[in-house]
């Protein structure tokens, strides 16, 4: 090679710009895909539901009349933590206190990932 | 001698096959291909839907005070109305074509007379049976009846037992066909 041709780099130039931005864009598009498969796994994976619909039923079971030989009250909340245990996995405990005329209400949900607590007063 | 001219020609060929490539690589990368890894996602919306079904079912009607269509179903044992009622609020559609989405529903509770045991009894089936195959996912909901349902077969001849209210959970597979 007696002599190296040097004209037009620029076009050269422009061309490895162009294919890097390509690529770099490439590779946001790649991810943006997989953000959405890794969303839909975090919401399944979240008890949502299980959390709202024990819950309630806590909440309800607080009303339940406890006297004569039914034992409402007694047979529903004992019902939730075992079945919350062997069915949904989760450990559900609760308890109330009444104070100067309300009555807290401590709910706590535990299925080894997600962990729960809320106090509700009434 | 091997000729030097022209190599600007050969570099702008390579880096237009890049851009070519890139250009390649991005309409395919984009044409969604559906994995086994992205079941996720109708998954995620099979179980939002499934459990605003059964919440759904589980309001009393107008929000007035008393028992719920659910509680009545498993009071009494229904599993056609549960079956007709679930069907109808998943399988809806806009337009005239219904969705294919197919269940199965359990009922859990513990046994009389000690609520020690727990007990699970398929309570209601749709149409097809779950195949191998089906990704289905579940959905559950609490209730309290006012009774233990009598289907469930160690009630009879413990009606002391039996009386008083219960809290029951409703577990629901539903998966589409």
């Known amino acids: 090679m007696a002599r190296l041709n040097d004209d037009a780099q620029w076009i050269v130039l422009m061309g490895f710009v162009v294919s890097f931005s390509l690529f770099f864009l490439a590779i946001v598009l790649n991810q943006s895909v997989v953000v959405g498969q890794t969303t839909a796994e975090a919401v399944s994976e979240f008890p949502k539901d299980d959390i709202r619909s024990v819950r309630d039923v806590i909440i309800q079971s607080v009303f339940l009349d406890d006297s004569g030989t039914t034992l409402n009250r007694t047979h529903v909340q004992n019902e939730i933590q075992r079945l919350s245990l062997s069915r949904q996995g989760s450990t559900v405990n609760f308890s109330s206190n009444a104070i100067a005329g309300y009555t807290n209400v401590y709910i706590h949900y535990n299925n080894g990932v997600t962990i729960y607590n809320e106090t509700w007063t009434y | ?177």
């Open chain 2, 1 to 177: 001698m091997v000729n030097s001219c022209g190599q600007l020609f050969t570099i702008e060929g390579i880096a237009a096959s890049l851009i070519i490539l890139m250009t390649a690589y991005i309409v395919v990368n984009n044409t969604s291909v559906y994995t086994p890894g992205d079941t996720h996602i109708s998954n995620m919306q099979l179980e939002v839907m499934g459990s605003d079904a059964l919440r759904m079912m589980d309001t009393s009607s107008n929000g007035t005070y008393g028992k719920t269509p659910l509680q009545t179903i498993i009071e009494q044992g229904d599993s056609d109305t549960f079956s007709t009622m679930f069907l109808n609020i998943v399988n809806n559609r806009t337009g005239t074509t219904r969705d294919t989405i197919q269940f199965r529903a359990n009922v859990t509770y513990l046994m009389q007379p000690d609520y020690q045991t727990v007990n699970s009894t398929i309570f209601s089936n749709s149409s097809q049976s779950l195949i191998e195959g089906d990704h289905a996912v579940r959905v559950s909901e609490w209730v309290i009846v006012d009774k233990t349902p009598k289907d469930f077969p160690e009630c009879p001849g413990m009606l002391s037992a039996c009386s008083g209210k219960h809290a029951v959970l409703v577990e629901v597979l539903l998966w589409r066909d």
